[in-house]
Structure formats: C-alpha cells, structure tokens
C-alpha cells in the first residue's frame, strides 16, 4: 500500500488543508484516505456515537481530489498529523517561486487503528436521486441547532452532559426535511459546502443519505428505525 499522493498542484493542497482545518474544528480526530481510479476520497467525521447509548446519528464529510497518478490507498491517520505535513508543504512551495503549477506529494502519516466510526464505510454506487432542498433550510436549521446547544449547555459542563445534549440536538430531524437530522446541516455548514445560490442535491442507498453541492458532501448513515418504508 502506498506511503504517499500526488495532487496536481498547490491549489488542491491549499483545497484540502481547508477542508481537513474546518473539519478539525469540529472533530479534532482521524481522517480516513481512500484512493481508487486516481481519485482521492478524504471522508472526516463530524458526529458519530460515542457509545451504546448514544443516539447520533454518523454524520461524515467528504471531499474528493484527482491524483496524478493512481495509488492503493485506504487508511486512517491522525488529522493534525496530516495538517501538520500539509503546513510544512505549503511552507516550502511558498519559499520556491517555480513551483507553481506542479505536482505536490504529501506523505501519509502513521495510521492509527481505534476509530470506530471508519469501520463504517459509505457505498460508493448504488445512489438513487431524491431531489433537491434550498441551502438556506439547511443553514437554518444548523444555526438555530448551534444556538440551542450553546443555550443549553453551560461553561464547565461535563463531557458526558454536552454529548448527550449535543446528540439530542443533531440528532433530531429538519422540520421540512423528516428523514434528514439536523446533524448533516451542521456539517454541511461547519465544513463550507453550501452556497447561497446552489442547491443541494439529495440521494440515497439503504441506510444511507448524501447531501452533496460542487463543494463536497455530506453522508448520513442513520438509525435503522428512523428508515422510511
């Protein structure tokens, strides 16, 4: 399996340290890299449950980058390690004035084997459009979610408590999307895939939903008795 990938320029770099930063604001956790017919798929997770009792829904997002070259790729390393590699990168490249326009290899970090939400993998086919929804109920939705959560909890509040009311929260469904929580418009949010002016494209496959636009998306694998009939 391949130690490292090539993207196609500094641009993707710059593309992908801004995703994995905004994700890492929300889940300073792992990201999973997997690479297949010169596409890199760069899923980071911004719920999962914690625990037997908790109730999350998964909520992933997902970004996509062309290689130059494909490579056999599926781990799961430490996102700041990542960021970290991608910064010293970024540094060099800003330091050589020729280097604009070429290719860009990043090595991949030692793998970590204790995620629990990276064992559930997303199908790749199989997606059945369900239509579309407005970016603003999405944006609604998320920001009046962010509210109630910082409302509710207070400064200094235990962990257990702020998981359980964070679950509470992103774990409920859209008024005007039932079978979507509120968790996917927080991601959607948190990780910049919305515009004012596009829409978002929904699909679905088994337990799965993916909201996706131009700028990525945002996979939800929800609860087996939340499955419409």
């Known amino acids: 399996m391949s130690q490292s990938f090539s993207l196609a320029d500094s641009h ?16 300073d956790g792992s990201v999973r890299l997997i690479s297949a017919s010169g596409v890199l798929a760069v899923y980071t997770a911004i719920l999962y449950p914690r625990g037997l009792l ?6 992933l997002g997902l970004r996509t980058f062309a290689l130059t070259e494909p490579v056999d790729l599926d781990v799961v390393v430490p996102m700041r390690s990542l960021l970290d590699r991608i910064a010293r990168l970024q540094s060099v490249q800003g330091q050589a004035a020729s280097s604009a326009g070429q290719a860009v290899i990043v090595t991949v970090p030692l793998q970590v084997s204790t995620v629990t939400w990276a064992g559930i993998s ?38 257990q408590i702020v998981q359980r009311v964070r679950s509470e929260v992103w774990g409920r469904p859209i008024e005007a999307l039932e079978h979507i929580p509120a ?3 927080f991601a959607a949010v948190s990780l910049g ?20 636009t131009s700028r990525g998306h ?8 939340t499955l419409r009939a």
Do not use: M, N
């Open 12 to 27: 993707s770099l710059a593309d992908l340290h801004v995703y994995l930063s905004r994700a890492a604001r929300v889940e």
């Open 54 to 59: 908790d109730s999350s829904p998964t909520v």
């Open 122 to 159: 997303p199908p790749r086919g199989g997606w059945v459009t369900q239509g579309e929804t407005d970016a603003a109920i999405l944006d609604s939705a998320a920001r009046a979610g962010i509210a109630e959560v910082a409302s509710v909890i207070p400064s200094g509040t235990g962990e």
């Open 183 to 185: 968790g996917a418009a």
């Open 193 to 212: 895939f919305l515009a004012p002016d596009e829409p978002v494209q929904l699909f679905e496959t088994g337990p799965w939903t993916r909201l996706s």
């Open 218 to 225: 945002v996979l939800v694998r929800r609860k087996p008795w």
